[in-house]
């Protein structure tokens, strides 16, 4: 099953905006961690937040969590074409082994 | 390309016919995991080896799917009598224990259509 919801379902911007994406999780995490995905293809670790960090940069990413509502926000700033794909926020839960996807976020990105 | 690798990328059946994958994972990761993935839907677990040994299945692995990791490095996942229904996207992913995040990487998938 789906552990959360991402916000927007869709979303399209222009070259050189900011794009955010929200996700939502329902179980006790250890960490969050988000993906991307290109077409068709097999999926890309992007930037982990572990459950005690509240905000994490990585390049044009930066990822904020917070524990208390269940939710995590990923913005990719200065948006470029090659940004177009979707997006997953995906959970370690306390006492799985498996990762836990959230339904993804399509972003397009218009040069 | 010393990656996850699927084979094959694309399948066609019919259904009631068997078929196979195959995953290779990175060489030093012990643990791998299949996923599966539907048309705008993020990817479901599916189930979990640490070397040969299966630790976790979900639900969504009917009687008709087995996966087999018999020497600890490649993968098998077999599904007998296809349904239209298995149509999807079937992810392998592997990490290494020295992760304790689990930071997982991903293969680039193969895509079952079931005629």
């Known amino acids: 099953s789906q552990q959360g919801e991402e916000d927007p379902q869709a979303l399209s911007i222009q070259e050189g905006e900011n794009a955010t994406m929200n996700c939502s999780y329902k179980t006790s995490i250890n960490n969050l961690q988000w993906y991307r995905q290109n077409s068709g293809r097999g999926l890309v670790h992007l930037i982990l937040i572990r459950s005690n960090e509240r905000e994490k940069h990585s390049g044009r990413l930066r990822v904020t969590l917070d524990t208390s509502k269940k939710s995590s926000s990923l913005l990719i700033t200065a948006s470029r074409a090659a940004d177009t794909a979707s997006y997953f926020c995906a959970t370690f839960d306390t006492g799985r082994r498996a990762l836990t996807f959230g339904s993804g976020t399509r972003l397009q990105v218009q040069p | 390309d010393t990656g996850v690798s699927q084979d094959p990328r694309h399948k066609i059946t019919k259904r009631g016919q068997n078929v196979t994958f195959r995953c290779d994972p990175i060489s030093e990761h012990n643990r791998l995991y299949w996923y599966r993935q539907t048309l705008g839907q993020g990817p479901e677990f599916l189930t979990y080896?640490?070397?040969?040994?299966?630790?976790?299945k979900s639900r969504l692995l009917s009687d008709r799917f087995s996966a087999e990791r018999p020497k600890g490095s490649f993968s098998t996942l077999e599904i007998q009598r296809t349904e239209q229904g298995d149509s999807a996207m079937y992810l392998c992913?592997?990490?290494?224990?020295?992760?304790?995040?689990?930071?997982?990487?991903f293969g680039p998938g193969t895509r079952l259509t079931v005629l």
């Open positions: 992913a592997s990490s290494s224990t020295g992760n304790s995040y689990n930071e997982q990487f």
């Open positions: 080896f640490q070397n040969e040994a299966q630790l976790e």
